[in-house]
């Protein structure tokens, strides 16, 4: 007499199929039995039921959303706020812009001073021709041109170049 391990079901003499196989659940009777034998894990904890609505992706949404808004926020601040602390030790004739009206760039350059009280000294090469022979000894090619600190020349307006010429020169 043959019972299953799995089932245990009592094989009848008079069963069809093969004799390593229970005919009421058709297991392997060998394999059933070996795996009883191995012994068993501890028994996992259940897991937690899923939150409606996905609570995870929702946070790590929310987590991700604050990350951009500090680090896109902290770094336009911190490009307006260094423009501020410069601009209380930038003197009248610190700054000389050579350009002329109508010159877009320029104009950008003139916002971008007023914004931020920049004090600097503007020369209009078409108007002047003081300021139009100075601008061609500065060698540069185009308006607006910049001399900072009567030394250094900035061709055109950047205001990342131009604030690193303005740190460079004061620390010099």
Same mark, same amino acid.
């Given at each position: 007499?043959?019972?299953?391990?799995?089932?245990?079901?009592?094989?009848? &003499?008079?069963?069809?199929?093969?004799?390593?196989?229970?005919?009421?659940?058709g297991?392997?009777?060998?394999?059933?039995?070996?795996?009883?034998a191995? &012994?068993?894990?501890?028994?996992r904890? &259940?897991?937690? &039921?899923?939150?409606?609505?996905?609570?995870?992706?929702?946070?790590?949404?929310?987590?991700a959303?604050?990350?951009?808004?500090?680090?896109?926020?902290?770094?336009?601040?911190?490009?307006?706020?260094?423009?501020?602390?410069?601009?209380?030790?930038?003197?009248?004739?610190?700054?000389?812009?050579?350009?002329?009206?109508?010159?877009?760039?320029?104009?950008?350059?003139?916002?971008?001073?007023?914004?931020?009280?920049?004090?600097?000294?503007?020369?209009?090469?078409?108007?002047?021709?003081?300021c139009?022979?100075?601008?061609?000894?500065?060698?540069?090619?185009?308006?607006?041109?910049?001399?900072?600190?009567?030394?250094?020349?900035?061709?055109?307006?950047?205001?990342?170049?131009?604030y690193k010429?303005?740190v460079?020169?004061?620390?010099?």
């Open positions: 007499m043959v019972v299953c391990p799995k089932c245990e079901h009592v094989r009848p &003499p008079d069963a069809t199929n093969p004799e390593w196989q229970c005919p009421a659940c297991v392997c009777y060998a394999k059933v039995a070996a795996r009883k191995e &012994p068993t894990a501890a028994p904890a &259940p897991a937690p &039921p899923p939150r409606p609505g996905g609570g995870s992706t929702f946070v790590w949404g929310l987590i959303v604050v990350c951009l808004i500090v680090l896109f926020g902290t770094s336009e601040w911190n490009k307006s706020s260094r423009w501020t602390t410069l601009a209380k030790h930038i003197a009248p004739g610190d700054i000389v812009m050579y350009a002329y009206d109508g010159c877009e760039p320029a104009s950008a350059a003139r916002e971008h001073f007023q914004n931020y009280d920049i004090a600097y000294t503007e020369c209009d090469v078409q108007k002047d021709a003081q139009y022979r100075q601008w061609q000894a500065l060698k540069t090619k185009g308006v607006p041109a910049f001399l900072i600190y009567g030394k250094d020349v900035q061709a055109g307006f950047s205001k990342d170049a131009l010429a303005l460079r020169k004061r620390e010099e």
